[in-house]
């Protein structure tokens, strides 16, 4: 689903991401776990052309990305969704509005197909009673369940998440986490940057540990936090982050 070959970034001087290979399957859940610093964010970035990368190829879907290619960044837009830590939700539109804004005007769907899409999504996350509340009016998890439901309403072949849930405290997380479980449950591909490290370790399929801008190590979490081969791993497991 995601093939990323060689890529390096760099921002001027600072060289951050230092030939990152990796290759995503379809219906898999992959977590990138390592310390601040290490390239995880801009690694998810690159995936979806949010930063140029300076060397090295990354394909989603077998397509080629590369931003100066308008095109292609269109057809990622429409193949993969990004959810954040900040969950940028529109403050003066309802739940429902926030979640059918990119339907109607980007994927021209008509006010009553984009309803339906977004009671959907919104049922999938839980919320269906709250499709008239306003973003002031919920939890930080349950804005964070409505960014995850609209990135959902797009019908992505990849979701990217970033820290999702590391704004929240420990019950709102676990009801953020259930929903990407249910989601990796339902087949979807997943790539998850996270500091929640018994959630990858139970659900991932593949852990990445990156370090300073490079995949370090990876496979699957048994492999990964029993038998960890190099000492930058297993120190960062036993730092207990
Ligand atoms: N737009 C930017 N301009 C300059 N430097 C940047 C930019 N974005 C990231 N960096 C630098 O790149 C490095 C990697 O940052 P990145 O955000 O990818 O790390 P991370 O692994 O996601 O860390 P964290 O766990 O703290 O989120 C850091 O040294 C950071 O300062
Ligand atoms: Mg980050």
Redesign the pocket.
């Known amino acids: 689903m995601i093939v990323v070959d060689n890529v390096s970034k760099s ?1 001027g001087p ?1 060289q ?1 991401l230092h030939g990152v290979s990796l290759t995503i399957e379809r219906g898999t859940m992959v977590a990138i776990v ?1 310390r ?7 690694l998810l970035r690159c995936m979806n052309a949010l930063e140029e990368i300076n060397g090295g190829t990354i394909q989603v879907c077998g397509n080629r990305v590369a931003m100066e290619d308008r095109a292609s960044v269109k057809r990622l837009r429409s193949e993969v969704g990004m959810v954040f830590q900040s969950y940028n939700l529109f403050p003066h539109l309802t739940v429902l509005r926030n979640i059918t804004l990119a339907l109607t005007v980007v994927q021209k769907k008509s006010r009553a197909d984009a309803d339906a899409i977004a009671h959907k999504v919104l049922g999938l996350v839980g919320l269906a009673d709250k499709a008239e509340a306003y973003p002031e009016q919920l939890s930080g998890g349950q804005a964070q369940r409505v960014a995850i439901a609209r990135s959902l309403a797009l019908s992505p072949k990849v979701l990217l998440f970033d ?1 999702v849930t590391s704004a929240l405290d420990p019950e709102l997380t676990g009801e953020v986490l259930k929903v990407m479980e249910d989601l990796a449950r339902d087949g979807m591909t997943m790539v998850l ?1 996270t500091h929640e490290m018994a959630f990858a370790r139970r659900v991932a399929d593949i852990v990445v540990f ?1 370090h300073q801008g490079k995949v370090w190590e990876a496979g699957p979490p048994a492999e990964i936090f029993a038998d960890p081969k190099t000492p930058e791993l297993r120190q960062f497991l036993s730092s207990g982050l």
């Open positions: 921002f600072l951050v390592g601040s610093g290490s390239g995880k964010s801009t820290e940057v990156m």
